[in-house]
Each structure stands twice: as C-alpha cells, then as structure tokens.
C-alpha cells in the first residue's frame, strides 16, 4: 500500500508530497510540528498532544490552521488509507509562504501538513534489560518548552549518542543539571525511592508521556520530585529512565560509564511500564 501525505488540506502520495521554497518552515524553521503515536491501532493520549500543539502555536503567534476537530477527523482519514496499526502520527504547522523576511504579518496563510511514519517502539530485550545513555552539552535555544521544528542541536546530539551505540543522550547545561534528552525526558529514582526530573520549565520541552508517568505516579502513591539533577546525583541513583512517543516507559540501566544502582532494572521503573501499559490498552482502538 503505497503512503500518502496531506498537504494544504489535501491528500496526496507521499513522495509527491511537496511545500514551496517560500513556505517559512524551509527557510527559518518557523514552525512546529507533534507526533501522535499509533499502537496497536490506539491512538495513544492524542488530546494532550493536540492541546500541547495549541499552546506552541499561541507562543509562536501562529494561528491555528484549523479546529482540534477538524484535524483529529484528518488523522483517522490518514489513517483509514494506510489500515496500520502501528505508526507514529507526524503533523507540522508552519507559519505560511511568503517572500523571505525575518519580519512577519498576521496575513500569512498556517500551512497543515500531516503524514504517517513507521515506528520503532522497544525491543522486549530493551524493556527487560535496560538501555544505554550518554552525556552530552545542552547546546539548544532558550524555548525547548516549544515544540519547535527547528531541531538541529537535536538531530547533532542523538547523532553523537548512535555514534557511541547508545540508546540517547542526556544533555548537561551550563549550571552541570541534566535536562533531558535529544528526544526524550530524563528520570532517576533516588535512595530514597523518590521519582526525580527536571521541572517542566522553559529548559526543557514537557513531554506528554511524562505528563502521564508523572500522573500515574501520583494516582499510585509514588513519591516525586521535579527538581534539576546532576550527574553526580545519576551516581547516587538507583533507577533510571526515559519516556518518550515511541518509547513510553524505558528503564535505563547505564550512563556513560556508570552502572545504575545495581545494573538490573528496577522495582520503581517496572511498575510504571505496568501501569502506563495498561492505561494504553484501556484507549479505544481507532484502527
């Protein structure tokens, strides 16, 4: 079944899917974009992820291009030509075409483009026995709270991480705290059995799936913290994680060259990949 794009309202094969050299995401990155995960033919926290994409919009003074309505009956359209049960839903707003100017006007035109990509969700192997991350400097702009499309220290930095056979990287700003990672966010479980991440501020771009860990971790009884931590503190550690789209819940079991707690995954990690696994399977099937 050959994929398909929508582009400018309209659904077109999607190697003939094409924007002009004049639309502002080519030339400034002046858009934003968000990825709806598709597993299992669920949808997985899609109305979180629509509202996220308002409020990137609003902070970049974009205009909506249309209603949440109108693109989530877009995404089942997408999904309905491809009948995949697994995916990841890629949607980008960009602020519109116009002559190049760093200046611009409320009278540019949002362009919607939307297509669906394959997804690599974790190995049984992955979940089991944990992953490996490195270290990296934090080199991005001052707004990672938005879901910018404008992703190249980014893509440099997840690079550098596959270059050295690891699963991520966790980046380290200029006051030596771990943010997150190049397209994750980064969790440690203390000694004490306390969950601790950094907060949702303008430092780091708030995940939905850790929106949901850090809800479920609550709703259960799991002690919490959102506090920036070092890598001393990763030392200190007895659990590690991530969560991202693609990879819900993925326990970490070492950081550069050191050993998190005692190598194996742990009590706290695993229940959170339990409980967040059974909240998705509790979401209706769309496919």
């Not at 190697?15 to 004049?22: E, Y």
């Not at 303008?202 to 799991?222: D, F, N, P, T, W």
């Not at 950081?255 to 995954?265: M, P, R």
Request: proline share 5%; charged share 20%; aromatic share 6%.
């Amino acid at each position: 079944m050959s994929r398909v794009a929508c582009v400018k309202n309209q659904f077109v094969p999607l190697r003939g899917a094409q924007v002009s050299m004049l639309d502002r995401g080519y030339q400034f990155a002046d858009g934003i974009y968000e990825v709806v995960t598709l597993w299992n033919g669920r949808l997985v926290d899609e109305s979180p992820h629509l509202a996220r994409m308002e409020r990137s919009l609003a902070a970049l003074e974009i205009p909506m291009p249309m209603s949440v309505r109108a693109i989530q009956i877009r995404i089942r359209e997408l999904l309905r030509r491809h009948r995949l049960k697994n995916g990841l839903v890629y949607i980008q707003i960009t602020r519109g075409e116009a002559m190049r100017n760093h200046l611009f006007t409320g009278e540019m035109t949002p362009i919607f483009t939307m297509c669906l990509l394959p997804a690599r969700f974790p190995t049984s192997q992955e979940k089991s026995e944990g992953v490996r991350v490195i270290t990296a400097p934090d080199q991005r702009w001052a707004r990672c709270d938005i879901k910018s499309i404008a992703l190249l220290p980014n893509m440099l930095t997840r690079m550098a991480s596959y270059r050295a056979g690891a699963k991520e990287a966790w980046q380290i700003n200029a006051q030596g705290n771990i943010t997150e990672g190049s397209l994750s966010n980064a969790y440690i479980v203390r000694a004490d059995g306390v969950i601790q991440t950094h907060p949702a501020d303008r430092s780091i771009l708030g995940g939905i799936r850790r929106e949901m860990v850090l809800k479920l971790a609550k709703q259960h009884g799991m002690a919490l913290i959102e506090k920036p931590f070092t890598l001393d503190d990763v030392k200190r550690a007895t659990e590690a994680f991530m969560s991202s789209a693609s990879s819900f819940v993925l326990p970490i079991t070492t950081v550069d060259d050191i050993t998190i707690g005692n190598g194996a995954v742990g009590h706290v990690t695993e229940k959170l990949m339990t409980l967040y696994e059974a909240q998705v399977l509790a979401i209706p099937r769309v496919m």
